[in-house]
C-alpha cells in the first residue's frame, strides 16, 4: 500500500522543512537568465530549477501557465519537468486552478491526478467557483491516486478579497468536511495568502494542509505567516517563486534564506 498525500507531505515537511519553491519560467525571467522564450529556453530553466533546489525544498510548484503559452511543445516540457521532480523525490504541486462541472471534473482529474498520465502531479490547485460539490470527483480521484488538492479559499492577489472573504469559509469547511478522519493531513488543502492583512477564517478545524503564496514578489515575509497563522503554524506550505528564480547564481541560497526564515517563524 503506498503512503497518502498527507503522510509524504508531512514526512517532507519534517525533513527539508515548509518551504514550495514555484517554477515560473516567465518571458521576464528567461530574459534574467539570458534564455530565449522558447521550449528550449523553458527546458534549460525547469532542469536547472530541479537540479538546483529539489534537495532544499519540501514541495516544488510548477506554474502550468507558463507552459502552456507554448501549446504542445510547452507541455511537452511540463510533464519532462514532472517526471524529473519525481525522479528526483520531490513532492510536486501543479498550479493550474481547475475547476468545472461533472464530467469535465473527472477530466481534469484524469489529466492531473491519475497516476498513469504524463502530467499526473502529487496535487493541483482547484478553483471552488462553481461550488465546492463540483470538486468532489477531483477529491475522489486524488484519494485513489494517494495525491492531493489546494482548493483557493482567500488568494494572495488583492483583488480577490471583495469575492473570496465572503465564501471562504465554506471552502474551509468543506475541506475540513473532506479530510476528517485523515492522519497526519486530510488530502485537501486550501490556499491562503501570506499577503493577507488579517486571517479573518478559523482553520483549526481543516486538518489539512494551508499553501501560501505572496513571499517576497507580492510584498508578504515570512514574519507574516506568523503573525496570519500561528495557532496551525506546523501546518503551513510558504510559496515563493519571483524572489528566489530572479537570479540563477543565487538560486540555491535564496531558497536556504527562505526556508530558514520560515523555519524559525513556523517552529514553536
Ligand atoms: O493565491 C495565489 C495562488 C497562486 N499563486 C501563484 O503562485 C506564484 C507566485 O509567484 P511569486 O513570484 O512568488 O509572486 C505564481 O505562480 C502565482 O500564479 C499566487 O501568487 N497566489
Known amino acids: 500500500m503506498n503512503d497518502s498525500f498527507g503522510t509524504r507531505l508531512r514526512g517532507r515537511l519534517d525533513k527539508f522543512g515548509p ?31 530541479v537540479d538546483t533546489i529539489c534537495d532544499v525544498a519540501a514541495v516544488v510548484k510548477p506554474q502550468s501557465a507558463f507552459y502552456e503559452r507554448w501549446g504542445s511543445r510547452g507541455v511537452a516540457v511540463l510533464e519532462r519537468t514532472i517526471a524529473d521532480l519525481r525522479e528526483a523525490g520531490t513532492l510536486v504541486l501543479l498550479d493550474v486552478k481547475r475547476g468545472d462541472v461533472d464530467t469535465t471534473m473527472a477530466a481534469y482529474a484524469e489529466a492531473y491526478l491519475d497516476r498513469g498520465s504524463p502530467l499526473a502531479a502529487d496535487a493541483v490547485t482547484l478553483s471552488p467557483y462553481l461550488g465546492f460539490g463540483s470538486l468532489e470527483v477531483a477529491i475522489t480521484s486524488a484519494v485513489a491516486n494517494d495525491a492531493g488538492v489546494f482548493v483557493l479559499a482567500r488568494t494572495s492577489n488583492p483583488a480577490a478579497a471583495g469575492l473570496q472573504q465572503r465564501v471562504a469559509d465554506l471552502v474551509i469547511a468543506g475541506a475540513a468536511a473532506a479530510n476528517a478522519g485523515h492522519r497526519p493531513f486530510g488530502p485537501v488543502g486550501v490556499v491562503m495568502g501570506a499577503t493577507l492583512p488579517t486571517l479573518d477564517h478559523s482553520l483549526a478545524g481543516l486538518n489539512g494542509p494551508i499553501l501560501a503564496p505572496g513571499l517576497g514578489a507580492q510584498g508578504a515575509s515570512p514574519a507574516d505567516l506568523a503573525r496570519l497563522f500561528a495557532p496551525v503554524r506546523g501546518s503551513v506550505v510558504p510559496s515563493v517563486s519571483r524572489a528566489v528564480l530572479a537570479d540563477p547564481k543565487r538560486l540555491r541560497s535564496m531558497t536556504m534564506r527562505y526556508r530558514d526564515e520560515c523555519v524559525t517563524y513556523l517552529t514553536d
Not at 518551504?19 to 521576464?28: K, T
Not at 534574467?32 to 522564450?37: K, R, S, V
Open 19 to 49: 518551504l514550495c519553491v514555484g517554477i515560473d519560467p516567465s518571458p521576464a525571467l528567461l530574459d534574467a537568465w539570458g534564455l530565449d522564450d522558447s521550449p528550449s529556453g523553458l527546458e534549460h530553466f525547469s532542469r536547472t530549477v
